[in-house]
Every structure is written in structure tokens, then in C-alpha cells.
């Protein structure tokens, strides 16, 4: 028994030595890993501290061009866009502006005759007082020639063959007849008005009026 014990230890001690060594090369496996992941390691660091500087004037250019963009959205002040919407409502208002501009009924050969003839241009028949009465006007451009359409003794007329009437000027009382007869001056404009009772005569009809001797056309009653 005593021989039995006494061998075992033997037999430990020289089962020992292979696992010092098997424990030894794990620890040199280790630390060789180690030396060479370090160069590793740095190489990486390295790679990376490059690769930021070259993105580094990337950045630097998109941080000024957002800072450039900024700035230009800053200096359109309300003023500015304020001004551009004047600019462009411009044309439209423009565009939306009425002509005054009315043809001349006697622009041709019916003008030149009144012109030549009478003294007169620029003749007008309208519609007033809700129909009750129809204004006649005209413009002296000779005195001489218009002086028979102011006279007191050329009693008017406004002929409507397609209401079949004919309107004269009315006199009232203290005032006499609805009618400018002062001597004509050239430039100035004069008109008398006719009475329109039941309103016979509408917007639209081509009248003639008659003034003694004067005797005027295809009038339209506007």
C-alpha cells in the first residue's frame, strides 16, 4: 500500500510541467496578438484622423453656402418684397385701367360738313332725368357759322321717326326756354334740352335735330 501512494506523487509532479507549459504558450499567443493588433490599431487611428481632414474643406464650403443663403434671405427685407409685389401688380393695374376714349360719331364726312358748315363739332344727345327730358349739346368752333343754333328765333326740334315724335323745348316761368342762347364763343360748349313726356324717345334711337336752318342727322340718344 505504502509502495502504491508513493508513486502517485511521481507521477503528478511529472504530469505538471505540460500544463505550466500549455498555459505558458496560451499567455505568449496572447501577447503576440496583442503586438500586432496594436500597429493595427494605429494604423486605423491614423486612416481616420486623414480621412477627417480631407472631408474637413467639404464641410467647410456647405457651411458657407448655407451661411451665404442665409444671408440672401435676410436682405429680402418686407420692403424689398413689398416693392417687387408693386412691380409686378404694375402691369395689371395698368391693364385694368377704362378708356375714357369715345369714337366720333362724325369723324368722316357727316364731321366735316357740321365743321365746315356750321361751326360746330362734338354733337351729343343724352338720356336725363330718368327719361324725362333729352339734353342736346355742341361745341363752337366758329362763332360766325354757329350763331343761327343760339338764336332766340330758331325755335329747335328733336325728331324720332321711330317713336314717331317730335320733342320741343319747354319754357318755364321766370326762366324762360331750357335752352343757352347767348352769343357763341369759340371753344365753349352749349346745349338745350327737350321735354320727353311718357319717355317715348329711348337710349338707342338715331334722332334728328333742327335748329332753324340746322338740321343734323342720325343722332344717337345715349
Known amino acids: 500500500m505504502s509502495g502504491h501512494f508513493s508513486g502517485s506523487p511521481a507521477r503528478v509532479a511529472k504530469a505538471a510541467p505540460p500544463v505550466r507549459a500549455v498555459i505558458g504558450i496560451l499567455a505568449t499567443i496572447s501577447l503576440g496578438a496583442l503586438v500586432v493588433m496594436a500597429p493595427q490599431a494605429a494604423t486605423i487611428e491614423a486612416q481616420a484622423t486623414a480621412g477627417g481632414l480631407r472631408h474637413a474643406p467639404c464641410q467647410a464650403a456647405a457651411t458657407g453656402a448655407a451661411q451665404s443663403g442665409a444671408q440672401s434671405a435676410e436682405a429680402q427685407t418686407p420692403a424689398t418684397q413689398v416693392s417687387k409685389g408693386a412691380q409686378a401688380a404694375a402691369p395689371a393695374k395698368r391693364s385694368a385701367k377704362v378708356s375714357r376714349y369715345r369714337p366720333d360719331r ?104 333742327v335748329i332753324g336752318a340746322f338740321h343734323a342727322d342720325g343722332l344717337v340718344v345715349d
Open 106 to 209: 362724325f369723324a368722316g364726312r357727316a364731321g366735316s360738313y357740321y365743321r365746315l358748315v356750321w361751326g360746330v363739332d362734338s354733337l351729343v344727345v343724352k338720356w336725363g332725368e330718368s327719361g324725362e327730358v333729352i339734353r342736346f349739346s355742341y361745341r363752337v368752333l366758329d362763332a360766325e357759322k354757329a350763331k343761327a343754333l343760339n338764336d332766340k328765333k330758331n325755335e329747335p326740334s328733336l325728331i324720332d321717326p321711330q317713336a314717331g315724335v317730335s320733342l320741343v323745348v319747354p319754357s318755364l316761368e321766370n326762366v324762360g326756354q331750357l335752352r343757352q342762347s347767348t352769343t357763341p364763343e369759340n371753344g365753349k360748349t352749349y346745349w338745350m334740352v327737350f321735354s320727353n313726356k311718357g319717355r317715348l324717345v329711348k337710349r338707342g334711337h338715331h334722332v334728328a335735330v
